[in-house]
């Protein structure tokens, strides 16, 4: 499913107290289950929640640091390094995946307001796959991990989508109408 080994992301114990250490696979396999490739139009489900495809090969990317960011963009060559790879919303912090879906005060704010609304510690970790995986370690049943993944998912895909708002149609995005939406997404 991806290519390399599996490489150590993290670790910690399940409800029975067994260890567990998460690699990048069995991060992504999290992802989605099984993704019909040659029907790549029907959308997934995730504890009922419909995610589009192009939602799960974005989150995918995310987790793998090969979104098109300012940072992945000049290490490739397209624009030139320096000013044109800062944060559309934190200027002195370079545009990368970390950052920009954790680091940053406009990601970071909206976490919050997530973690919160989920009744969860309102200290929100740095690193997105962090973040990935608090969603996926939830306590509960799989049908509730899956509804958190749905979630995670439209968070991230939220952030994105305000990012380039920005970037591509100047319009500045409102913190609590982001989160509105991260909420109607997520109740469809």
């Not at 990317?61 to 992945?72: C, K, W």
């Not at 990601?107 to 796959?129: E, T």
């Not at 306590?139 to 920005?166: F, Y």
Request: charged share 20%; hydrophobic share 40%.
């Amino acid at each position: 499913m991806l290519a390399g080994g599996p490489t150590a992301v993290g670790s910690g114990t399940l409800g029975g107290g067994e260890g567990f250490l998460y690699g990048r696979r069995s991060l992504a396999r999290r992802l989605v289950i099984s993704w019909p490739l040659s029907n790549s139009h029907i959308p997934m489900t995730s504890g009922g929640v419909i995610i589009q495809p192009e939602v799960v090969v974005f989150s995918w990317q995310l987790l793998r640091r090969r979104l098109p960011t300012r940072e992945n963009l000049a290490k490739r060559g397209i624009i030139d390094n320096g000013p044109d790879t800062k944060c559309v919303w934190c200027p002195l912090a370079s545009e990368s995946e970390g950052h920009l879906f954790g680091g940053c005060n406009f990601a970071s704010i909206i976490w919050h307001k997530v973690f919160r609304w989920f009744g969860w510690d309102p200290v929100v970790p740095s690193d997105p796959l962090d973040i990935f995986q608090k969603f996926c370690v939830g306590s509960g049943n799989g049908q509730r991990i899956k509804g958190l993944l749905a979630v995670w998912h439209s968070v991230v895909w939220s952030i994105w989508r305000a990012r380039n708002e920005l970037i591509f149609n100047a319009i500045d995005p409102v913190i609590d109408d982001v989160f509105d939406g991260i909420i109607r997404q997520s109740w469809k």
